[in-house]
């Protein structure tokens, strides 16, 4: 596995600027987002030059791009917001391999109207259902055509919520595009450390063939997040799960701060080697 962080984490609208503070910082890959070259992160249009630029300075800075955001809610309540997101995420998806990236990451949404990251009581309606795997396959035949994978995450406020609404998605959709990105502090808020083991290494278990990126955030007691390694997630036991399943790709930490991402580096490193 490869420690990662998100490259948002850090200050500066240059991909030269952001990416050198990636390695300094002790990370091998990123997740790139387009306002990391000043661009807004579900963009309208994504030049070749900039691109380009963003290949290059990774290449400079020996840090891949393992995958790009392309995060917007799949399920709004507005099918016209739905529509620009799907626009944006169209730019990214034919930009990425230019980047250097085959993978695009997105959010399955939620009918709340403000705020992609909040639950709605709706999200678990048929509609709701329905509308993500009409959007999902939307953006799976625009993937398909680029040669980029969508990576999804399970999270608890969307309507893909878990390990077993992920499994359904990907069986349902039937598309070879559809990835999982893997984030344990997502699958549950507070509960007993054997409670939580017993969630993740099932939700590892249901989803191994399909997870090509795991997240390395944390959650701290009262149901919030925090930086890997300061919260309630047994990395250990994830780390292990995942080793089983066979998976060797990108574990990118993201929800910290700048000042702390050397120190996240580090204690991946430790998990990750010794």
């Keep these: 596995m490869q420690p990662g962080i998100f490259a948002k984490t850090f200050p500066g609208t240059d991909a030269d600027s952001v990416l050198a503070q990636v390695a300094a910082a002790g990370f091998t890959c990123t997740q790139f987002n387009m306002a990391c070259v000043g661009l807004p992160s579900m963009p309208e249009a994504i030049s070749d ?16 791009i393992a995958a790009v955001s392309g995060t917007y809610n799949m399920i709004h309540p507005d099918p016209a917001v739905r529509a620009r997101g799907l626009a944006s995420l169209t730019a990214i998806i034919a930009a990425a391999p230019a980047m250097g990236s085959h993978l695009v990451t997105l959010c399955t949404g939620t009918r ?18 329905a509308d993500l795997l009409e959007e999902m396959g939307k953006a799976a035949a625009i993937a398909d055509a680029h040669g980029v994978d969508l990576g999804i995450e399970p999270e608890l406020a969307n309507v893909v919520c878990d390990a077993a609404s992920a499994r359904r998605l990907i069986d349902e959709l039937g598309s070879p595009r559809l990835r999982i990105v893997l984030d344990p502090a997502n699958l549950f808020e507070v509960a007993a450390p054997d409670a939580r083991r017993s969630i993740v290494a099932r939700a590892v278990d249901v989803l191994a063939d399909r997870i090509s990126m795991a997240h390395a955030k944390d959650c701290a007691p009262d149901g919030g997040f925090a930086t890997a390694g300061k919260g309630m997630v047994d990395f250990p036991h994830f780390l292990a799960c995942l080793r089983a399943a066979g998976f060797d790709g990108p574990l ?23």
Excluded: C, Y
């Design 112 to 129: 709340h109207a403000q705020d992609q990251w909040r639950h709605h009581a709706d999200n678990t309606t048929p509609q709701a259902w």
């Design 252 to 274: 990118v930490a993201h929800g910290l701060a700048a000042d702390e991402a050397a120190g996240a580096a580090a204690f991946l490193n430790r998990m990750l080697h010794g």
């Design 49 to 64: 030059a900039v691109a380009a630029g963003i290949a290059a300075a990774a290449q400079r800075h020996k840090v891949s």
